[in-house]
């Protein structure tokens, strides 16, 4: 029986299948199928216990190794080759793979438009290079064989969320009985359910195991055609008989949690008023035609004489030009939004538009309200798999058509029954069917095995170098203080090592009157010492783990090791983890020096300029192997580096980039020396320790027929060409999706997109949260640049230009940005605008896109100039492709506030708080006066920097200085004075610092202050030694534009 993570059949490598274009529809790729029938439940009761034919719990599992013919590398745990490194394709993983025509037979290449998208980087030593300077494929590619699958990680949990059982907050019947498969309460039933394979019934009686991820999922829209009976006989009466037992429901929200608030829009959060019509969303579609943008969104604006286009409040998302009951039910764009508002009828019409087209998502994000569904039943399409969502069609009472493949589906006997209105017969007015966000209890069939239990190892760098920063102090008490929030249960397991030259263990025995300490000095071939007394239960240890914290720091302070020994050290942790699967959690402060994994130095700092950037591919494919080792167990990686030296992220990041993990930086960590960088870590590392995680999770996104999803950016594991293996998944996490039209959308008006995670909570449920956004479909090009995104789109080509960063060079990434530009806006005025008029002609949608392109430019990632670390700079690609779009556009382009004369006009009122919104300025110097004080927010730090002339009110009612002289040099905290004035912007700054998951230090600048150069470099607008002003930049757009 094949274990989570190792592909069900033993055929070729996907990616040579897609290559030669040989298999079909019903090939080798999905061997076993997906689940025939999940409106069936499987007969598995909950107090029937494990079945005594399958193995014990939890085997040691070992990752399949299969080699590849074509490269010779091996093959980890799923269908994706691991690439020799002059092959390397970065973090955007991309996958080939073959059409599959609608019906189940060979499908015959078409000729179809190439797609405007970045060339997938091929397998295939001798693939086609890639033309400089855009992200354009070569023209001899055939579109319909670059199937590149990524698949963005949806998922979210509350940690500590009601038992399933208990009475739910929504009026209607909650008579909920024993009958339900899910308790978050009660732990005699998490370990209820069939191991490993888990039966469900099919339509015709016979068992079906289920033996990979991708088969419970249930595989996309190009899984094989099902030839399932239209009309199933139900093997049992799937509502138990009615209305004895309707599904229960719970509105949870998940206590706000320190530093993140939730999500302040309310879309959809709880059943709406909309009663759907019987034709449904179709119908609703037919009155579109009628309705008319924002006439703001119709002007033309020549940016050479309106530069000013930066709003005073924060940017809003586009709103789709949908009926108004269709968008009030449509997913809130902080968590799901596509770079097109509007999307193109044809590839060839989205080709014109020059526009690259994709999804960002959030999909974990911290919700206030989350409609949290237990049944029995989970509505599913029978032959695309997707969930059923307010945006499906009832053509009766009994039958439901499918949005994105228009199956039509059978409604199940216990669906009709909706226990809000305690009415039968209502089944469009189930919250299943009113709600764009929605989780669901996953019952017993979702299930590879028994839920895992939440483990937590770290492992710790104690050389003589790490022992010097003083980070271990830091720390261990954040984890004494914060071991009692760790998200869990009564089986929550904890773990220890520490390494040098040699790996240590430690023994938390329950009945030890001590800690005790092992250590293995065979770097070359580790093994684990006593593995059951290593990984130990929380709860029963915890006095064990609270002595061993306090005593760490001090253990290893006469220490004159210097070596470091992370690979064998990694290795040994993977080792440990492998049975269960969980989160490592590793600090390292330098380059490891010595066994698996060793590194040398590669920076040579008088070439940071050069934009041949040679060290941006890792040195070593060990870290990426290992990565992918660790997916496969459902381990994930999160690395804390702590170094004031370089230490190759290149390679090290790799670790956290497959396994699904993060990287955070804290570079010249030093107690004493940088005393804010430990406030900063301390801070972090509470939402790290405290934040909702879901375990052992996969994640696919579904879109309408005729649309296709080709390249993914993000930290993930692509398994089985279009599954996301995200062993962990965080709140904090964002991904990317690029995609095509594969067929032309005439027949259709609207268009939806799906994206499901299947997670473990931290309690042990598992669970599926599912987000649905709607689109229309345009078949004009001025439409299609009406419902442009310019956040979402800047975000995209960021991630697509750090991929083009280390598969081509840093000069090629920018070229390609400045050609994005450059395309859209020629394209703009060679096909849209009627009358050619003279100057940098723009739709209104677009007005920020130049500007947005010449931050990225300008950001750390992207920048010419010796003043970027490599670490700095391979960091800041990290959080391109890792972070949420709200983010990544903040570090991008700061928001900078005038702030020496706040006011409480307009302010916000949060909890008994008043929070001034002072108007955002345009970045550049030209703004600044020497009599005032202005902050610049730029996400991971914010800079308050004082004018030489400022104001005496300012200096002593804010910063506590009777003159501008007396401003220490070094600041970095504001006294909390008796004064309105400071009340004001201590509020302001803590209600900035509430709505991100990172700690942002504040540093107060004075006019000669070394960090004003830091202050000046995020003035995006103005000219710097190495970038052009904004005006410089517009004028060489025009000249392009205008050839």
Known sequence: MSQPGIPASGGAPTGLQAQNGAASASGSLYSNGPVQNALVSSQVSVN??????????YPHLIPAKTLNPVSGQSNYGGSQTVSPLSNYQGPGQTLHRPPVASNPVTPSLHSAPVPRMPLPTSHNPAATPMPSGSFLPGANVHPPLNWQYNYSSTGSQTNHCPPASSQPTISGNTNLTSHQYVSSGDPSFQNNFIKSGIASNTNNGSMVVHNSY???????????????NKNPTMSRSVGYSYPSLPPGYQNTGPPSTTGMPPSSLNYSSGPQGFTQTPLGANHLAASMSGLSLHPEGLRVINLLQERNMLPATPLRPPVPNLHEDIQKLN??????????????????????AK????????PFKDLVQLPVVTSSTIVRCRSCRTYINPFVSFLDQRRWKCNLCYRVNDVPEEFMYNPLTRVYGEPHRRPEVQNATIEFMAPSEYMLRPPQPPVYLFVFDVSHNAVETGYLNSVCQSLLDNLDLLPGNTRTKIGFITFDSTIHFYSLQEGLSQPQMLIVSDIEDVFIPMPENLLVNLNESKELVQDLLKTLPQMFTKTLETQSALGPALQAAFKLMSPTGGRMSVFQTQLPTLGVGALRPREEPNQRSSAKEIHLTPSTDFYKKLALDCSGQQVAVDLFLLSGQYSDLASLGCISRYSAGSVYYYPSYHHQQNPVQVQKLQKELQRYLTRKIGFEAVM????????????FHGNFFVRSTDLLSLPNVNPDAGYAVQMSVEESLTDTQLVSFQSALLYTSSKGERRIRVHTLCLPVVSTLNEVFLGADVQAISGLLANMAVDRSVTASLSDARDALVNAVIDSLSAYRSSVLSNQQPGLMVPFSLRLFPLFVLALLKQKSFQTGTNARLDERIFAMCQVKNQPLVYLMLTTHPSLYRVDNLSDEGALNINDRTIPQPPILQLSVEKLSRDGAFLMDAGSVLMLWVGKNCGQNFLSQVLGVQNYALIPQIMTDLPELDTPESARIIAFISWLREQRPFFPILYVIRDESPM????????????????????????????QVNK
């Open 355 to 362: 526009l690259p087209l994709g999804l960002l998502l959030h």
């Open 214 to 228: 991708d088969e419970i999922e249930g595989g996309g829209f190009l899984a094989t055609p099902q030839h399932t």
């Open 700 to 711: 696919r996104i579904r879109c309408t027929k005729g649309l296709s999803i080709h390249t």
């Open 1012 to 1039: 004003k150069a830091n202050f000046l470099q995020n003035m995006v607008e103005d000219r710097t030694e190495s970038a052009l002003s904004y005006y410089e930049f517009l004028l060489h757009i025009q000249q």
């Open 48 to 57: 029937q216990g494990y079945n005594s034919q399958l193995p014990g719990s």
């Open 331 to 352: 997913c809130n764009p902080e968590l799901f939004r596509c770079t097109l508002t509007s999307i193109p009828q044809t590839q060839a019409l989205l080709n014109k």
